[in-house]
């Protein structure tokens, strides 16, 4: 099986509520984990990215959550808004950079007016 | 300062061709990395380069190769190509210490 892994495929929130969108790992030894967001016909954007000997770190409107005991991640955005419609994707790297990203399959979320 | 650049943007070739992609990385980054993203697998490793050597590699058979060069431009080959070939090829860049890493916008390939 794949390494990284979201809940849910798709994810419909109301504009204006937050989201939470999860992502489990199975590599015990990852040690830096990133989330991304791909638009349609684009490539990923870098969100938020935090690393093994942290909890949580919030950027702008996101906050990402990590829970090694159950490895677990989470990426809640809050307010969302229209602009927020994308695929997401957690990924991790356990190599410092030269092993490569394992990303999950990703969740589409969907913003409704 | 300038994001990934990968050249073309998209591409039309027929089975058996092969094709050359490149990849200008962020001024300063020294790591460049390759994906292949498909509907059916998602987002695959192909390789890494660092310092003009190839690092790591993916699960991805020898008709895909990749190069480094100097300037940390990279560029990736794939040979014979295949039906199945036809994805968004993806690269990326990250600085020495591996941290951060950014993607650039990407190649579709369409093989037929």
């Known amino acids: 099986g794949e390494s990284v892994g979201l809940h849910l495929p798709t994810l419909s929130v109301q504009e204006g509520d937050n989201s939470i969108i999860n992502c489990a790992y199975s590599?015990?030894?990852?040690?830096?984990f990133i989330w991304y967001k791909q638009e349609s016909g684009k490539g990923p954007q870098f969100i938020i990215d935090i690393r093994s000997n942290m909890d949580k770190r919030q950027g702008q409107r996101v906050t990402v959550l990590l829970n090694k005991t159950v490895k677990h991640l989470s990426l809640q955005i809050a307010a969302t808004q229209p602009g927020d419609s994308a695929v997401y994707f957690c990924?991790?790297?356990?190599?410092?950079?030269?092993?490569?990203?394992?990303f999950g399959k990703g969740t589409h979320l969907i913003i409704q007016p | 300062k300038a994001g990934v650049t990968q050249t073309p943007r998209y591409l039309i070739k027929t089975r058996g061709q092969q094709v050359t992609l490149s990849c200008s990385p962020i001024?300063?980054?020294?790591?460049v990395s390759w994906y292949q993203q498909t509907p059916g697998q998602g987002l695959q490793f192909l390789f890494e380069y660092f310092s003009e050597t190839q690092r790591n590699k993916g699960n991805f058979p020898g008709r895909f190769s990749g190069r480094q060069f100097s300037n940390s431009r990279s560029e990736m080959n794939v040979s014979t190509l295949e039906l199945g070939d036809s994805a968004l090829y993806l690269c990326?860049?990250?600085?020495?210490?591996?941290?951060?890493?950014?993607f650039g916008e990407g190649s579709w390939l369409t093989v037929v």
């Open positions: 001024s300063g980054h020294r790591s």
């Open positions: 990326a860049s990250s600085d020495t210490s591996g941290n951060t890493i950014y």
């Open positions: 590599n015990s030894a990852s040690d830096y």
């Open positions: 990924a991790e790297n356990s190599g410092g950079g030269a092993d490569g990203l394992t």
